[in-house]
Antibody, heavy 120, light 106 residues
Framework: QVQLQESGPGLVKPSQTLSLTCTVSGGSISSGSYYWSWIRQPAGKGLEWIGRIYASGSTNYNPSLRSRVIISVDTSKSQFSLKLNSVTAADTAVYSC????????????WGQGTKVTVSS | SYELTQPPSVSVSPGQTASITCSGDKLGDKYTCWYQQKPGQSPVLVMYQDSKRPSGIPERFSGSSSGNTATLTISGTQAMDEADYYCQAWDSGTVVFGGGTKLTVL
């Protein structure tokens, strides 16, 4: 079965760039009608969609974060990545990658999430 | 921007029916899905396209949507159903989540 695993630094300094990678295993990132998303959740708060990418490289971003976000894909490694620049303490959250089953309009598989703290 | 509104909390006695609502402008014209999240865990999809259950989700979970409101219903609620529940929909190419509802089974 398909599994997602996030990786990346757990601590980022203010004004710097947060970089995370999601590795897809048990299936191809290029197969089927799937989109690959990043979602975050500050401690004790709700879920916020950051953006998504298709295997072709086509992206969609949350308008509130669009100016600071880049999502990219490396199909040869079955990975997709998130870069969020100019981070502040407000970007501290658990960041999760998730698979969107396109025909379902829903996220059917999630990674376990990785906590990222923005602090000097 | 589009908003989805959920009650912060819902309480239910074991064995009873719990209903969690999600409100948004013309939400019935969009597909709504629902996630269950237990402490320290990632969300789990429990309902998609308003009323479809993914494989492995118990039949006691059901969903509906009409007008401005989508509803997740849990019949015969069990202690294991205690969790946070989030609704989600798409609007103008963007994913929107509700603020979440804490379901307490007591």
């Amino acid at each position: 079965q398909v599994q997602l695993q996030e990786s990346g630094p757990g601590l980022v300094k203010p004004s710097q760039t947060l970089s995370l990678t999601c590795t897809v295993s048990g299936g191809s990132i290029s197969s089927g009608s799937y989109y690959w998303s990043w979602i975050r959740q500050p401690a004790g708060k709700g879920l916020e969609w950051i953006g998504r990418i298709y295997a072709s490289g086509s992206t969609n971003y949350n308008p509130s974060l669009r100016s600071r976000v880049i999502i990219s894909v490396d199909t040869s490694k079955s990975q997709f990545s998130l870069k969020l620049n100019s981070v502040t303490a407000a970007d501290t959250a658990v960041y999760s990658c998730a698979r969107e089953a396109g025909s379902w309009y829903a996220f059917d598989i999630w990674g376990q999430g990785t906590k990222v703290t923005v602090s000097s | 921007s589009y908003e989805l509104t959920q009650p912060p909390s819902v309480s239910v006695s074991p064995g009873q029916t719990a209903s969690i609502t999600c409100s948004g402008d013309k939400l019935g014209d969009k597909y709504t899905c629902w996630y269950q999240q237990k402490p320290g865990q990632s969300p789990v999809l429990v309902m998609y396209q308003d009323s479809k259950r993914p494989s492995g989700i118990p039949e006691r979970f059901s969903g509906s949507s009409s007008g401005n409101t989508a509803t997740l219903t849990i019949s015969g609620t069990q202690a294991m159903d205690e969790a946070d529940y989030y609704c989600q929909a798409w609007d103008s190419g963007t994913v929107v989540f509700g603020g979440g509802t804490k379901l307490t089974v007591l």
